[in-house]
């Protein structure tokens, strides 16, 4: 559906600007980008509000996508896949954030251990390509890395600062979301995502 | 007059695209959790 209305609409804007056939790809694919996160981000919001977990779903997914933008990781093989199964994960780390109650001392243990495996993480996958694009260049792949290793350092300098103002469910929630976004940037993510659901048969996009 | 309106209007909507699909270039695209199929005259800047 996102794949076909984007080339619709792409056809439509080449018509009238008379740009080449080049052009409306390069246009269509700008659009599925955009429609296809719009469409998630909506659904997830709606859902969070609905279900009672806004502040932390929001959380989750914050942090979720600052990490999932700088290391990268795999995706889904069709849109409908990609579609359930992020919106499923994000609501599944906001339900936990705010359902979870753990003491200090086990989020600080939870914090440090999810901190050591990130850098783990990132010193071996990181950045994660997939089969449609991926980083081979030396330089830039290193570059990605100290930039990983610097925001998450800072990052959980942060949320230690957090656990001192005691606000366990937005620390967890955030551990939560850079778990996964890490989690996806390993073999065993890769795996997950291809993990063959019913839900998987729509459009080749994701 | 509304023409000349529509076109500009259409002309920014194609740049904001183009814009986004360059952004989308990277495998560490700020757009997080889509990744759609890259055409090939965009994939030489990867």
Redesign the interface.
């Known amino acids: 559906m996102v794949?076909k209305l984007?080339h619709n609409i792409?056809s439509y804007?080449c018509g009238?600007?008379n740009?080449s056939d080049?052009?409306k790809?390069?246009?269509?694919?700008?659009?599925?980008?955009?429609l296809?996160?719009s469409i998630?981000i909506i659904t997830i919001i709606t859902l969070a509000y609905i279900f009672n977990i806004f502040k932390t779903t929001i959380v989750a997914s914050v942090a979720?996508?600052f990490f999932?933008?700088?290391?990268?990781g795999s995706?889904c093989d069709t849109f409908n896949k990609?579609y359930f199964l992020?919106i499923s994960l994000l609501l599944l780390l906001g339900l936990l954030g705010k359902i979870v109650a753990l003491q200090y001392s086990m989020l600080l243990i939870l914090t440090i251990a999810i901190y050591l495996v990130a850098v783990v993480i990132t010193i071996i996958w990181v950045?994660?390509?997939?089969e449609?694009?991926?980083?081979r260049n030396k330089e830039t792949r290193l570059k990605?890395k100290q930039k990983t290793f610097l925001a998450l350092t800072t990052c959980f300098l942060i949320l230690l600062f957090f656990h001192i103002q005691a606000t366990s469910k937005i620390v967890l929630s955030s551990l939560l979301g850079i778990a996964l976004a890490f989690f996806l940037a390993t073999p065993l993510g890769n795996r997950f995502t291809r993990i063959k659901f019913n839900i998987g048969k729509g459009e080749?996009?994701? | 007059m509304l023409n000349i309106i529509?076109?500009n209007i259409?002309?920014i909507?194609?740049s904001?695209?183009?814009?986004?699909?360059m952004s989308?270039?990277?495998?560490?695209?700020?757009?997080?959790?889509?990744?759609?199929?890259?055409?090939?005259?965009?994939k030489k800047d990867?």
């Open positions: 794949q984007s792409s804007l009238e600007l740009y080049e052009k790809e390069v246009l269509s694919y700008g659009l599925q980008i955009i296809g996160a998630k979720f996508i999932r933008r700088i290391i990268g995706h990609c992020s950045p994660m390509g997939t449609k694009k991926t980083i990605i080749k996009t994701c | 529509k076109r259409l002309s909507t194609a904001v695209l183009t814009l986004v699909a989308g270039v990277s495998t560490t695209s700020m757009w997080a959790i889509y990744e759609p199929d890259m055409p090939e005259s965009i990867l």
